[in-house]
């Protein structure tokens, strides 16, 4: 069991398991609602509890974004009907999980290029899989 909160500790999350892997995304998106990268650890809905109520912003027609409506901080990201992407920095807990896969990797900024033996993936390559990613902008 993992539980993390907000800064301001109006949200609190219990996770009762998750994947043994942080992926990471550097598209536009992700990239401006993070301030640089955005981070997520997958846990299945039927194991996360939300305690508080978190707003949710529709960033695109396939997922939402979540955060405190107090404090800002993000919470997860989640496509409709997918599971929750969490942010794992709200977990000490977290610390660690492997990364094991970069998103987006070609459009970083030049020092926000994350090191190590992961799997990284090209915008072209993953829109070839994923081709609702439209209207990213490198
Ligand atoms: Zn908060
Ligand atoms: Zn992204």
Same mark, same amino acid.
């Given at each position: 069991m993992m539980v993390g909160q907000c800064l301001c500790g109006e949200i609190r999350i219990s996770v009762r398991a998750h994947a043994d892997a942080v992926s990471a995304c550097h598209c536009s998106l992700c990239r401006t609602w993070s301030g640089t990268i955005w981070m997520g650890l997958e846990a299945a809905p039927d194991a996360v509890t939300v305690e508080g109520t978190p707003r949710s912003y529709r $960033?695109? %027609?396939?997922a939402e974004r979540a955060f405190c409506p107090t404090c800002g901080t993000q919470l997860w990201l989640r496509d409709d009907d997918g599971p929750y992407e969490l942010?794992?920095?709200?977990?000490?807990? $977290?610390? %660690?999980?492997?990364?094991?896969r970069e998103v987006y990797?070609?459009?970083?900024f030049a020092w926000a290029a994350l090191a190590g033996e992961h799997t990284r993936v090209s915008a072209t390559e993953y829109e070839r899989k994923y081709p609702f990613v439209e209207g990213d902008q490198p």
């Open positions: $960033s695109s %027609s396939f942010m794992p920095g709200l977990f000490p807990g $977290s610390k %660690s999980i492997p990364l094991t990797a070609d459009r970083t």
